[in-house]
């Protein structure tokens, strides 16, 4: 509930019911405002719900904070900046993300023994960034970094991906490379993920599951063999038709 | 020729010794970015603790450290301030120094019977302690003798800080201050960070507080104004001019910033400048500073300091 108490007054979410199953990739659109931010910002604990619960795994997290539920979920923002220390070097920053869920104790942050591990993590993602770990996370393309938070986000074992629209600030030859990345680590470890886009053909190129999402509701929810027969002109004819409706 | 000598004595033991405070704003200004006026009130904390403990035969090195902990006390206040009240950092600060003289003076006056000066003259200090003898008194006396202690303690502080900064614990402290969303999704809580970082900082500035007090052989409120000041300077001084220089650790660079300060602070005195203006030349020290810090001038720097050859090139090219 936004603005509460005001005209402006806007209540999302009203009857809103998602269930996600384990290693399903579920792809969600939809326009400016139709509520898919707030899903995982509710999801991620970054804002709580005024009435109603989450569930994550048959536990109930809804009074969990940010930080705790991080524990188990992994999270890629729109944001390139977001998603790594600018300051430190990428070897620092895997060394951190390495250590998650661990104890940050007075033991040595970086090692050799860590540097062999992260440079095939880092060759495999194919960025060339394997021969510049030494350098600072922001000098860093938005794309690179951009993987550099998906390694980091996906490194330690987690239960869901979600992924924030995080090819929205790159140009298409990045996004698209990014994407590939995106596939490849899902689909290796198995991962349960939910990503938020913008890009009607990667939600049909991508994913087992399809959510449209409008003024708070899921409008489409698509999956299996009809997902994998869907075309982005299906879905834009949908989304053409809920705009009429709405009078946009 | 030997006033020359002595102001450069006097400016290392200064600089030294205020180095361990821009060590400590350091952690909370530049790692932690975190704007901390709290240290105005932990600086006299220090300060006043020690003398009131030497007063009492409290062994002065024991002063040290039970000084660091009061300070490590007062900055876990304010984190708490600014974590769990969500009250920005500047209030934070005012809120803790202004509280921070009474706490001071109440300290002063229980621990002196009274009096609101605590004088240990008499007394051992760390400046006279078995160590400080390794310099025979014959050779600079007791200045040299003071400068070699702060050396001591400033090159332990300085290396126990960066042993820190590279564990692990460390790493997170500095990633909390480059980017406070990346300790969350670390699932950590950046506030318990933030708040630990806070007590590091006014740790140390309480530390440099007990070892100027032991200098001057008193301690008393009035220590602290000007400290956030000072402190800053030398950390923005130190930061901006050796930022180019790759290999230099960022405690060097804000030791040697302090040393700037100082040098900077006692060449304007030695022009014949009244006494009655050391807090203006201080304002203005820092002035200059963030404007030689500022990222305008020091493109304006790099251009002027250009050679011919490449300046030509620009032009070529606009």
């Known amino acids: 509930m936004f603005n509460k108490g005001t005209v402006d007054e806007n209540r999302l979410f009203l009857n809103f019911n998602l269930s996600i199953d384990d290693h399903e990739f579920i792809s969600v659109i939809g326009s400016n405002g139709s509520g898919k931010t707030t899903l995982l910002n509710l999801i991620c604990g970054t804002m709580r719900p005024d009435i109603g619960t989450v569930m994550f795994g048959g536990e109930n997290i809804t009074s969990m904070p940010e930080f705790k539920r991080a524990r188990r979920i992994g999270r890629v923002l729109q944001d390139p900046k977001m998603g790594t220390c600018p300051n430190l070097t990428i070897l620092e920053n895997l060394a951190l993300a390495e250590n998650k869920n661990r104890k940050f104790n007075f033991a040595r942050a970086v090692n050799k023994h860590h540097e062999e591990r992260f440079r095939t993590m880092l060759e495999n993602c194919g960025m060339g960034l394997e021969n510049r770990m030494g350098v600072l996370a922001g000098s860093l393309s938005g794309g690179q970094r951009q993987a550099l938070a998906l390694i980091i986000a996906t490194m330690t074992d987690i239960d869901l991906l979600i992924l924030d629209e995080h090819t929205a600030a790159l140009d298409p030859k990045s996004s698209e490379i990014l994407m590939q990345i995106t596939q490849k680590v899902v689909s290796e470890k198995k991962l349960t993920t939910l990503m938020v886009t913008h890009n009607l053909r990667y939600a049909v190129e991508y994913g087992s599951r399809l959510v449209m999402m409008h003024s708070g509701e899921a409008v489409m929810d698509i999956r299996g063999e009809e997902k994998k027969q869907l075309c982005v002109e299906d879905i834009l004819d949908k989304f053409n038709k809920i705009s009429i409706e709405s009078g946009n | ?278 807090n203006l030349i201080k304002a203005l020290i820092f002035l200059i500073a963030l404007i030689i810090g500022g990222a305008k001038f020091q493109a304006l720097f790099i251009k002027l300091f250009k050679s011919p050859k490449n300046r030509e090139k620009d032009v070529e090219v606009t």
């Open chain 2, 1 to 278: 020729m030997g006033v020359f000598v002595n102001n450069l004595i006097l400016i290392a033991e200064e600089g030294l010794m205020y180095a361990l405070l821009a060590m400590g704003m350091y952690i909370t200004y530049s790692i932690l970015d975190f704007p901390d006026l709290s240290v105005d009130g932990t600086f006299p904390l220090g300060a006043v603790l020690t003398g009131v403990l030497i007063i009492h035969g409290v062994n002065p090195w024991l002063c040290l450290v039970i000084a660091f902990a009061a300070g490590m006390a007062a900055g876990m206040l304010t984190g708490l301030m600014n974590v769990k009240l969500k009250i920005i950092p500047l209030l934070c600060g005012i809120i803790m120094y202004t509280g921070m003289l009474s706490i001071n003076l109440v300290l002063i006056k229980f621990g002196t019977g009274g009096s609101a000066i605590a004088s240990f003259f008499t007394k051992n200090t760390i400046f006279n302690s078995s160590l400080a003898t390794v310099i025979p008194k014959s050779v600079g006396g007791f200045t040299l003798r003071a400068v070699f202690i702060s050396l001591i303690i400033v090159i332990v502080c300085k290396i126990l800080l960066d042993l820190y900064l590279k564990t692990k614990n460390g790493l997170l402290l500095r990633a909390t201050g480059d980017n406070e969303r990346y300790t969350t999704m670390l699932g950590k809580n950046s506030g318990t960070i933030k708040i630990l970082g806070l007590m590091l900082g006014n740790g140390f500035a309480a530390l440099a507080g007990s070892v100027i007090a032991q200098r001057k052989g008193s301690a008393d409120q009035q220590m602290g104004v000007g400290m956030v000041v000072l402190g800053l300077a030398s950390v923005i001084i130190g930061i901006s001019v050796f930022r180019r220089v790759k290999i230099m650790k960022g405690t060097t660079m804000v030791i040697l910033g302090s040393i700037i300060y100082k040098a900077a602070y006692q060449i304007v005195l030695a022009l014949g400048v009244p006494t009655d203006w050391n």
